[in-house]
């Protein structure tokens, strides 16, 4: 059994239910401190609310979270916002706030609160770092409003970073961008992954930056945990088929020798 | 968007607004002289028009001014919708069938030295709040979306009840109704404006202490909640906080439409969208076009005054549409 202190995210027995909608059943996690763990799956099975479930959105599912060995239950909003933080998929483009604005209110958690009265002497200095970190330096007083889809979830990034959370949890990232922005979006991930101890976990369609960038994939299909291994041992044509009920045929990658994901052709099966 | 929002606001917006109130008092049908104003007899006619009615009607109009646009930027973040206003909810509604009822029902009782008109209002007011309230906890959605709807029917409803009510009644009463209905600051007095003073000062105290919690409920949900923030709670101590002080004024002042929407969007343009320098802006921009209007309203006719509501209805519907003329052009 690991020790929990080790462990950044635990969830045991975790179900829930909406009338007789199952969204989650029986899922049980644990994530390792500094570990990248990304969350694969088809739409509805149930990825994005176990996120909304780590972050404490939902109050009322079956059975335990705990973060960094601390119960979701027991914690307050500000606390678990100094836990884990999040990217969402896609912010509204018209944010009336400038860049800088924006990840200085993402520090909302880190008050000194002396009541109601609200001091963050250090709010300025570490949004300043984290648009370094994700060079966006040069945007920092633009509105937000003016930047581009991939500019905007660097922002997120940064906000995110900026909240200086042990957790991190994305909820596809990229999935709205260009190939272009996309590669730089995960690239960026990727060094913020290896250079902090930043637990993460994200929910990613893109089976090839899974296989690419993370430690471990978990397989999710109609609320319930199908398949967590490493890349290599997960990314098999049969556990694909278990979580997308699709053939796909698994290669390694020419250069990396990386587990790759190559659809079938659709013309391919009438051969 | 000006390049210091702290200059506008304290070097241009404080200056104007302390101009307003010691000019607009002297503008009017008399013309008092300095000397009997500063020197005032017991019997002197000018003088007590000046000070009894003209001062606390331009501090009245001030005020009322600053609690309405207060509200309305508070309800645009808090239910992230531009066209909120502070009686889309139904606090203006509430307190008008409260009057209209008082005034149906010929409730002419005096209580501490406040109307059965007044008390009417407020308790039409609070009771449409518990009511929206009650709705938002009952489905237990405490969103943006359902609030404002659960709001916007309570309005209707209540309106049809007004109409009613005017039906069913005679033509004085309801000339009083439709009089009141207009939004009107021609009751001002000393003691009005004690009335409405803790209410506003409260809003402003509450609000401006806030200012980092209505940034990041005008962005998002969830981002809200990521960051920390108890974004339901929030929601409901601001919406009860804002209401209340818009039911303090329309107390006392009737539901004066447009200024809850036409300055909060102005000093957004103006000063951004932060509320730190929002709240002092839209409260002094507030103040000023209230008090503004009033002056035209009280001084545009001889024979009769007519009511700021209606003043400010004129400047708003046009100013709406060319709010939207030109979203729709930097859209395209």
Known sequence: ?271 | MVQSPRHFIYFLLLPLAMVTLVVMPWLGEHHPALDVILRPSADDLDAMIFWQIRVPRVLLAMFAGMGLSLGGVVFQAIFRNPLATPFTLGVAGGASLGVTLAVFLGLNLTILGVSGVSIAALAGAIGAIAVVYGIARATGNISPNTMLLGGVAISFFFSSLILLLQYLGDMSDSFRIIHWLMGDLSRASVDTVFQILPFIVSGAIITGLLHRELNLLSLNDDLAASCGLHVERMRIILFLAVSLMIAGIVTVCGPIGFVGIMAPHICRLIVGANHRNLIPAALLFGGIFLTLCDTLARTISVSAEVPVGIITAILGGPFFLWLLFKKARSLS
């Open chain 1, 1 to 271: 059994m690991n020790n929990p202190l080790d462990m950044a995210i635990e969830t045991n027995a975790l179900s829930l239910s909406i009338g007789q909608h199952r969204l989650l059943h029986d899922v049980t996690l644990h994530a390792k401190r500094g570990e990248r763990i990304a969350i694969v799956g088809p739409n509805g099975a149930g990825k994005t609310t176990l996120l909304r479930c780590l972050l404490g959105f939902i109050s009322s599912p079956s059975g335990a979270i705990s973060l960094q060995g601390k119960r979701l239950a027991d914690l307050k909003r500000q606390e678990i916002a100094r836990l884990i933080g999040y990217v969402p998929q896609q912010l509204a483009d018209d944010i009336p706030f400038t860049v800088i604005e924006f990840i200085v209110m993402s520090r909302y958690a880190h008050a000194q609160s002396g009541g109601i009265i609200h001091r963050d002497p250090e709010g300025e200095r570490i949004a300043k770092q984290a648009t370094e970190r994700t060079g966006i330096q040069h945007l920092e007083n633009q509105s937000m409003s003016t930047l581009s889809g991939g500019e905007r979830q660097k922002v997120n990034i940064a906000a995110a970073l900026a909240q200086q959370t042990p957790i991190l949890v994305l909820d596809e990232p990229s999935s709205h961008l260009d190939p272009k922005q996309r590669e730089s979006i995960q690239q960026l991930l990727g060094e913020v992954g290896r250079k902090s101890q930043t637990t993460i976990l994200a929910v990613t369609h893109d089976l090839n930056w899974a296989a690419m960038d993370f430690d471990r994939i978990i397989g999710m299909s109609h609320g319930a945990i199908i398949a967590d291994d490493t890349p290599s041992a997960m990314m098999t044509s049969e556990n694909l088929h278990r979580i997308f009920d699709a053939h796909w045929s698994v290669q390694p990658h020419p250069e990396s020798g990386h587990p790759i994901v190559l659809p079938a052709h659709h013309y391919a099966r009438d051969l």
